[in-house]
């Protein structure tokens, strides 16, 4: 692994349990309750993280097939009318994105990751390696927004275990 991605990897690391025990006991109609008109559902935000999630393991050279291509892009808000996974079947694509992810942090060159990002972050940094820098703190904000909807619903807090 490069030495500039390596604090990039500890908090993508540390995010691959916690994404999955923010969803332990939530149940899939509790997923896909929303608290209130301006807030997405559980369901929307795992969706969402796990594909962006897809798209970094790409950005490192490790595309795989991300089974929620043209839900997200754009920029595109929840609908109520998308149709959106099983809370099992979102954790089992991020387990398979995990694996890309972690193949392209491992494998990935500097001079990659020095190159134009496919978009511009609010960083400032427009490298792919800066790039996949804001995309571990967007995960981890996303991840912070499903402990918070997890407590809400089954009143357990996520682990950090």
């Not at 490069?2 to 994404?19: G, P, Q, W, Y």
Request: no cysteine.
């Amino acid at each position: 692994m490069t030495e500039s991605l390596k604090h990039s990897a500890l908090i993508l690391k540390l995010n691959e349990r916690l994404f999955v025990n923010a969803l332990a006991g939530v149940t899939d109609s509790q997923a896909t309750h929303r608290i209130s008109e301006h807030n997405n559902p559980i369901v929307w935000i795992a969706t969402h993280t796990v594909w962006a999630r897809y798209n970094m393991a790409a950005m490192l050279g490790k595309p795989g097939e991300n089974p929620y291509n043209g839900l997200f892009e754009n920029f595109k808000a929840f609908d109520a009318s998308m149709q959106l996974p099983a809370i099992a079947d979102i954790i089992t694509e991020w387990k398979k994105a995990t694996v890309l992810l972690n193949e392209g942090l491992e494998s990935v060159s500097e001079g990659h990751l020095g190159g134009d990002a496919p978009f511009k972050n609010p960083t400032g940094d427009f490298t792919i390696g800066g790039t996949i820098a804001f995309l571990a703190q967007h995960e981890s904000y996303d991840i912070g927004q499903l402990g918070f909807l997890k407590k809400f619903h089954t009143n357990e807090p996520m682990s950090y275990n």
